[in-house]
Nanobody, 123 residues
Framework: QVQLVDAGGGLVQAGGSLRLSCAAS????????MGWFRQAPGKEREFVAA????????YYADSVKGRFTISRDNAKNTASLQMNSLKPEDTAVYYC????????????????WGQGTQVTVSS
């Protein structure tokens, strides 16, 4: 069992930055690939970024590539999502999630989820 707590959301103007964090507790964090997903109002949840258990591999959705950076610190049991050059279309609830797969964009492969943190980007 892994418990995940998301934090760091807020209101920011377009072009600004936010850093989301995900604190994990429970079973060995370093065994899990981590991912970030988001869900905008009226839309399905979508993949944002993923990182391998040791952090050596990352994968991004095309919509955030070059603007967002996923990272992790296994010594601190945390994962982060640095979001730069934010756009109004990035507005959503953001969720971190853990998977025993190496790196995956498929939310069905994620077993544990944070509670979500709201990101609102104003134009």
């Amino acid at each position: 069992q892994v418990q995940l707590v998301d934090a760091g959301g807020g209101l920011v103007q377009a072009g600004g930055s936010l850093r989301l964090s995900c604190a994990a507790s429970g079973r060995a964090f370093s065994n899990y690939g981590m991912g970030w997903f988001r869900q905008a109002p009226g839309k399905e949840r979508e993949f944002v970024a993923a990182i391998s258990p040791a952090g050596g591999a990352t994968y991004y959705a095309d919509s955030v590539k070059g603007r967002f950076t996923i990272s992790r610190d296994n010594a601190k049991n945390t994962a982060s999502l640095q979001m730069n050059s934010l756009k109004p279309e990035d507005t959503a609830v953001y969720y971190c999630a853990a998977t025993l797969y190496y790196v995956s964009a498929n939310e069905r492969r994620y077993d544990y989820w944070g509670q979500g943190t709201q990101v609102t980007v104003s134009s």
